[in-house]
């Protein structure tokens, strides 16, 4: 069986047994409160208990290393969207120690697109067209930095308004120790 055949297998069971009603809820977060964090499989579950959240609690953005890309791109819309649409009014960008993304070379990604069939003229087509590959696929040197430099980036996004806090924490992806970088209540927003 297949992973989707045991994802569809379960959540026929999972529905059948009522199993979901413990996570009923609506889509305002009750604590009005964004994350931004990293998409790494050790904070799944470890990251909300950490935070003390239950299902409902706040909106969760997972992305690669916990980084925005781009001060237009999606991550950035799900943030305005959960402000003003959902009434949230914090944000906390969460990075965490021991990152992928601290260690990723994005010359080795390359290259292991083309293994895995990607055409070496198309990327060097889109390297042509102005699209920097090697630094889209970039990762960054100290989490503590691209946690801060992220929350300035949200901070002084022009469509945030200013009495949105925003925070920058650090978690261990063991024990879920929080360390915080930028409190968004000391930092004058």
Same mark, same amino acid.
């Given at each position: 069986?297949?992973?989707?055949?045991?994802?569809?297998?379960?959540?026929?069971?999972?529905?059948?047994?009522?199993?979901?009603?413990?996570?009923q809820t609506?889509?305002?977060?009750?604590?009005?409160?964004?994350?931004?964090?990293?998409?790494?499989?050790?904070?799944?579950?470890?990251? /909300?208990?950490?935070?003390?959240?239950?299902?409902?609690?706040?909106?969760?953005?997972?992305?690669?290393?916990?980084?925005?890309?781009?001060?237009?791109?999606?991550?950035?819309?799900?943030?305005?969207?959960?402000?003003?649409?959902?009434?949230?009014?914090?944000?906390?960008?969460?990075?965490?120690?021991?990152?992928?993304?601290?260690?990723? @070379? /994005?010359?080795?990604?390359?290259?292991?697109?083309?293994?895995?069939?990607?055409?070496? @003229?198309r990327i060097?087509?889109?390297?042509?067209?102005?699209?920097?590959?090697?630094?889209?696929?970039?990762?960054?040197?100290?989490?503590?930095?691209?946690?801060?430099?992220?929350?300035?980036?949200?901070?002084?996004?022009?469509?945030?308004?200013?009495?949105?806090?925003?925070?920058?924490?650090?978690?261990? /992806?063991?024990?879920?120790?929080?360390?915080?970088?930028? @409190?968004?209540?000391?930092?004058?927003?």
């Amino acid at each position: 069986m297949n992973t989707l055949q045991q994802i569809m297998e379960h959540n026929q069971n999972f529905v059948v047994s009522g199993a979901y009603k413990q996570f009923q809820t609506d889509k305002f977060p009750d604590k009005k409160l964004v994350i931004v964090s990293c998409m790494d499989t050790r904070l799944t579950e470890l990251l /909300p208990r950490a935070l003390n959240l239950k299902n409902g609690d706040a909106k969760i953005i997972k992305i690669a290393g916990g980084v925005i890309s781009h001060p237009f791109g999606s991550v950035m819309r799900s943030i305005m969207v959960a402000v003003y649409e959902l009434g949230a009014e914090e944000v906390c960008l969460i990075g965490h120690h021991g990152c992928g993304m601290a260690s990723i @070379d /994005p010359k080795t990604t390359m290259s292991r697109m083309v293994d895995r069939g990607i055409p070496e @003229d198309r990327i060097n087509m889109l390297e042509n067209a102005g699209i920097d590959l090697t630094q889209w696929l970039h990762g960054f040197a100290c989490v503590e930095e691209a946690v801060s430099e992220n929350v300035k980036m949200i901070r002084n996004h022009p469509l945030l308004p200013s009495d949105v806090r925003v925070h920058g924490l650090v978690v261990d /992806p063991e024990t879920g120790k929080l360390d915080i970088i930028v @409190d968004g209540y000391q930092e004058g927003n």
